[in-house]
């Protein structure tokens, strides 16, 4: 399963529609890939699964492929349905 380990975000960095890149990888060690929202989005939306992955905590927890207001576009963590800041406290690059 894909784990996105890293984040690249446009200020204010405070959402997850901020989020423009991720570096991602099949395990949670190994070769990081970066890909757009736009791609990870996609492949969510298709059956793919993807979760977070903090080296410094371990914690994990899946992304999940959102729709905010205006058909903005973009990645999310959920818990007990509701949004939380799981990706954005993943490290910057």
């Not at 529609?17 to 492949?43: K, N």
């Amino acid at each position: 399963m894909p784990f996105i380990r890293e984040i690249q975000v446009q200020e204010p960095g405070t959402h997850g529609s901020h989020v423009t890149a991720v570096r991602w990888s099949e395990l949670t060690t190994g070769p990081l890939r970066e890909a757009s929202v736009a791609e990870i989005f996609w492949r969510v939306r298709r059956g793919a699964r993807f979760r977070t992955f903090d080296e410094r905590t371990h914690a994990q927890m899946d992304v999940e492929a959102r729709v905010g207001f205006g058909g903005t576009r973009y990645l999310s963590t959920v818990q007990g349905g509701r949004e939380n800041d799981a990706l954005l406290a993943l490290p910057r690059f």
